[in-house]
């Protein structure tokens, strides 16, 4: 007897089970499934990450890495056409309920010329930066409404303004409740966190300067940002001109449950960040009972403890009133849960 089995296409995917930093939700995602689908034979297949090409199991969910390692031009083109044969002969045998690629990028390439070849459906979900203009993937795709998921309502409209296609299905990121340590009601020693990679895109130069601001109202003002990146020498070397060595730390890279246990300490989220899909890590926070001061929030739609700052001056302010305010109260918000977005992507492929 055959199984049915969804082929997930993915840039990249946890190496191990330890390795939960790699794209937590699209981690988080896969157990659900597994969880929600016990007979469903699920495949995993990273393009580029892990570097090292090979099958392996993770957590009891066949994957296999083509370890391509995010090189382009001509090692892109032999990478895709590797990736073909091999998802080639697996669809060959007839089993393949479905396909879902994550992000309208090489992945969805692919899943568009099998879909194409053996009449599988194929769905793109599009995560973030895929939506922006300069994807010259969409004109290879291209993409039916129909087959694509936007993570958020702010990317299905950011999608349709850059290429005229309105996804027709949102299905938003989501937490899964019991990653997350017990609820905090008493101290919280961390003023101001910031969690995500150290990249121009997460502005964390303007995180400095926020905090540069806040110490002049509170001199013993505590924060932290949590996560790597190529900017790490130069933040830090503006923390040190800026005389923040004893208010802000970069705390690098470190286990997706060690970020949790770090937010349930914190007060407020500072998300600078210039451009979002939909925030996982918001929706970490405000389940972590944390307020946020944000750019770009997860919806169009107003949500409980976000507030929108268009600036430094608006986060400071926005920030120094919370931290002023003594009855300010932490609670748990579900923005909305893996498990939930889980049966929306069940119910689009008839599983």
């Known amino acids: 007897m055959k199984h ?12 191990n089970e330890a390795d939960t930093a790699c794209i937590p939700a699209l981690q988080q ?17 990273a393009l580029h990450y892990p570097f090292k090409e090979g099958k392996y199991m993770w957590n009891g969910v066949e994957c296999y890495s083509f370890g391509g390692k995010n090189k382009r031009g001509i090692h892109a083109w032999y990478l895709r056409k590797k990736a073909r044969k091999h998802l080639n002969e697996l669809c060959k045998r007839g089993d393949v309920q ?11 390439l692919i899943g568009q010329e099998l879909m194409k070849e053996f009449k599988t459906p194929h769905f793109c979900w599009m995560h973030g930066q895929d939506a922006r203009m300069g994807n010259k993937h969409v004109k290879n795709i291209h993409p039916k409404p129909q087959q694509i998921i936007a993570i958020s309502d702010l990317l299905q409209k950011e999608f349709e303004n850059n ?29 101001v966190i910031g969690v995500g990679s150290l990249t121009p895109l997460k502005n964390y130069s303007h995180f400095i300067d926020v905090i540069a601001e806040l110490k002049k109202e509170f001199p ?5 940002i949590i996560g790597e990146g ?16 004893s208010n802000l730390k970069l705390m690098g890279s470190m286990p997706h ?3 949790l246990k770090y937010l349930s300490k914190s007060k407020i989220l500072l998300h600078t960040s210039t451009y979002e899909g939909s925030s996982g890590v918001i929706m970490e926070v405000l389940y972590s009972g944390c307020f946020v001061v944000t750019r770009i929030s997860v919806s169009l739609d107003l949500v409980k403890n976000i507030e929108l700052a268009a600036n430094v001056s608006e986060m400071r302010r926005k920030i120094e009133l919370m931290l002023k305010n003594s009855e300010l109260k932490h609670e748990r918000v579900i923005y ?15 599983l």
Not at 220 to 224: P, T, W
């Open 163 to 191: 290429y005229g296609i309105r996804a027709e299905h949102v299905i938003e990121n989501g937490i899964t409740e019991n990653l997350f340590p017990k609820f905090n009601t008493e101290h919280r020693p961390i003023d």
């Open 336 to 350: 909305n849960t893996m498990k939930h977005s889980t049966e929306k992507i069940i119910s689009i492929f008839g």
């Open 4 to 15: 049915k089995t969804l082929i997930i296409l993915s840039p990249g995917f946890a190496a």
């Open 29 to 45: 995602f896969v157990i659900q499934l597994k969880q929600l689908r016990p007979e469903l034979l699920i495949k995993v297949f």
């Open 98 to 108: 479905g396909i879902l690629s994550i992000w309208m990028s090489d992945c969805a």
């Open 230 to 245: 190529l900017e790490k020498e130069m933040l830090q070397q503006k923390i040190d001109k800026r005389k923040l060595a």
């Open 220 to 224: 013993s003002i505590n924060a932290m």
């Open 257 to 259: 449950q060690e970020v």
